[in-house]
């Protein structure tokens, strides 16, 4: 048998042009956009006689072309048919004159999503959803319904694409009712043979493995109500058997977002990666059981190689574009990584030795072009073109491809992959994360690591008032401020100082600041308990202003203090003997703290004396800020007398000169 050569094809805002691959990577001749052609030799096959089209899609052996154009209605008013079946081979050459003469078939489609015809993979049947309704139709008749599913509210269905001719269809929520996912045997409708219900599923994907034995389902709701997601949506995963044998969500070890989900060529496992990043790359196989994980990584995509020898696992749109290629059949070894920045398409070739990325506009307007690499890792190929729209791969089945071992030798790389290798610039030094200064030559702390360097596990904020999620476990870490100083739980709040580490690693000057910091910040605590104290006075004095008074009344109430003390002190000798004749009960006393009130308030004696302090601190105060008030306003005479121009507002200062003495004298200060 001949072997079919491997080809893509790509379109940009100018052409369209099919390229044959490695090792020549020659453009077809005479290939234009107008027409249906032979892709292995480039001869016409036929033309389509439409406009407007938006949409085009084959059917799974190429024996039909379905096109999608915009929604529009004719003269009376009525909506066109819209959705056409056309035949790629047709009897004759096309009659220019006589418009749409290969019509095969025509549909009104109003909406864009979901609009091709879902076949079966040999072609016998076809089927499109209406409202409430499957229709089925005969590939070959399709004017007259073969068969109707009626099912109330189905808002999605996906046609199983092996020998047993089955079909899935989606029920959103509604008036309470939970979701469900039933899957049918054609053409038998009269009871689903395997369903799945649940709840939070508002949309799902519907992902049949390539047998047609068991069916994925990716459910996700509109909204996400616990938070969690930045994007939206709680998403879960269900796994069901096309005859109703099993079914089962896939518990998931890892909080956040499922990212993606595929099957295995060989249909008997499938990857999923989740999790909050560095997200989690684990393979299931058909009883949802976890066989095997990847390393934790900025990744967000997995792809199977056709013939399911390697697996591919790829961070792409916000992430670096890294792809980790594994090999499979040998104990999951790790191949190389592959560097491709800014790829919006990623994709297997039909032999499984090359992976063509892309970069594509609207995405990305700049850079566009595409990349074919080695699955070793090298780059074959490069193209840089102007607003590429779409690339792919020429579809061909992975059994026309002869079984060859792909890493045992490696071709030669086309001249463009080497003139590219050699016009980028490598960095010689990784920049890395920027630290500020004062952290720079410091041991990163596990705060500010991510979960593959180490580093604790991310847990959502709102875990703490709403519990954790379904893929959750264990407690949530605590919320820390970068840059703040290290609190203890049993600290009552206060910083705690000498934790750092790595100190003897700090420059002089570094030391010295840090030692500056510390010492501020002890000073604020100081300050703080100072201010407490004086708080709790305050109101002591407030409630009893006999405290405050004359002289006189100061002696007599000292002597009064001594007098209740010696009594307080007589009673509690006393206590004490009656403590010493009683059964030995050991307690630890309370130490005495500056905040501790209750302790402070059965000592009037005591408490007199501090508030007599703290009256007398406040007004040496007051009496030390108004002669501050004076040197400054002394100091502006001399500024006045020397020539200077005062601004009004120092002249202002000035003037209060005399009211300032006057409440010096109103303290008890003199000159003198």
Request: a neutral charge; glycine letters at 8%; hydrophobic letters at 35%.
């Amino acid at each position: 048998m001949a072997v079919v050569p491997t080809q893509f094809a790509y379109r940009t805002s100018k052409t369209v042009d099919l390229i044959t691959a490695g090792p020549y990577y020659e453009s077809l001749p005479d290939f234009q956009s107008v027409t249906v052609i032979d892709a292995s030799v480039g001869n016409v096959v036929t033309s389509l006689l439409a406009t407007n089209v938006y949409e085009l899609g084959f059917s799974p052996l190429g024996t039909f072309i379905i096109t999608w154009q915009r929604p529009s209605k004719d003269e009376n008013g009525d909506s066109t048919k819209n959705l056409k079946v056309w035949r790629v081979v047709v009897e004759g050459a096309p009659n220019p004159d006589v418009d749409e003469r290969d019509v095969f078939g025509r549909f009104v489609q109003k909406s864009q999503t979901g609009w091709n015809l879902q076949y079966t993979y040999d072609e016998r049947y076809c089927a499109r959803a209406v409202t409430n309704d499957i229709q089925f139709y005969q590939s070959q008749d399709l004017g007259t319904v073969w068969n109707n599913l009626r099912v109330e509210g189905v808002a999605d269905f996906a046609v199983s694409p092996g020998e047993d001719h089955s079909i899935a269809v989606f029920v959103p929520e509604r008036r309470g009712q939970p979701a469900a996912v039933k899957v049918f045997s054609v053409p038998n409708f009269d009871s689903p043979v395997s369903q799945k219900n649940f709840f939070k599923g508002d949309k799902v994907q519907l992902k049949w493995n390539n047998e047609g034995t068991n069916l994925i389902v990716l459910a996700q709701t509109e909204v996400d109500k616990s938070g969690k997601n930045y994007y939206g949506g709680e998403m879960t995963l269900y796994l069901l058997s096309a005859n109703g044998g099993f079914d089962s969500r896939i518990e998931l070890d890892k909080e956040g977002p499922i990212y993606d989900v595929t099957w295995s060529p060989n249909s008997k496992e499938f990857g999923v990666v989740y999790g909050y990043v560095p997200a989690k790359t684990t393979l299931f196989n058909t009883r949802a059981v976890a066989t095997h994980s990847f390393a934790l990584g900025m990744r967000n995509t997995i792809l199977f190689s056709p013939q399911g020898h390697f697996v591919l696992v790829a961070g792409f749109g916000t992430m670096a574009g890294q792809m980790d290629v594994y090999n499979l059949e040998k104990d999951y070894q790790k191949v190389c990584t592959i560097e491709a920045s800014n790829a919006s398409v990623c994709q297997w070739s039909p032999d499984g030795k090359y992976i063509l990325t892309a970069t594509t506009s609207p995405r990305l307007r700049v850079d566009n072009g595409v990349r074919i690499w080695h699955v070793g890792g090298g780059l074959m190929y490069n193209q840089e073109l102007q607003e590429l729209y779409h690339v792919t791969w020429r579809p061909q089945s992975p059994a026309s491809q002869p079984m060859e071992d792909s890493l045992h030798s490696i071709p030669t790389p086309h001249a463009s992959a080497l003139t590219y290798l050699g016009n980028v610039k490598t960095p010689s030094k990784p920049a890395g994360a920027y630290r500020p200064p004062g952290a720079r030559g410091q041991v990163t702390p596990l705060a500010f690591k991510r979960e593959d360097e180490g580093g604790a596990a991310y847990v959502s904020n709102s875990n703490s008032s709403l519990g954790l999620g379904g893929n959750s476990s264990g407690k949530p870490r605590k919320r820390t401020i970068p840059g703040a100083e290290v609190v203890a739980e049993d600290s009552g709040g206060l910083p705690i100082v000498g934790l750092a580490e790595g100190d003897e690693n700090l420059s002089k000057a570094a030391v010295k600041n840090k030692k500056k910091r510390e010492a501020k910040k002890a000073k604020e605590v100081a300050d703080k308990a100072a201010g407490l104290a004086d708080e709790i006075d305050t109101t002591t004095l407030a409630a009893k202003p006999s405290l405050v008074a004359s002289p006189e009344g100061n002696e007599r109430r000292v002597h009064e203090s001594n007098r209740s003390k010696g009594n307080l002190e007589a009673r509690t000798h006393e206590r004490q003997g009656q403590n010493d004749r009683r059964p030995s009960t050991t307690r630890n006393a309370p130490s005495p703290a500056i905040g501790n009130v209750k302790h402070r308030a059965q000592e009037p004696s005591d408490l007199a004396h501090t508030s007599l302090d703290t009256v007398g601190s406040s007004q040496d105060k007051k009496i030390r800020a108004l002669l501050k008030k004076l040197r400054a306003i002394d100091d502006l005479k001399m500024r006045r007398a020397g020539g200077e121009k005062l601004e009004g507002t120092q002249i202002k200062k000035m003037d209060t000169e005399d009211g300032v003495r006057r409440e010096l004298e109103g303290l008890g200060w003199s000159d003198e």
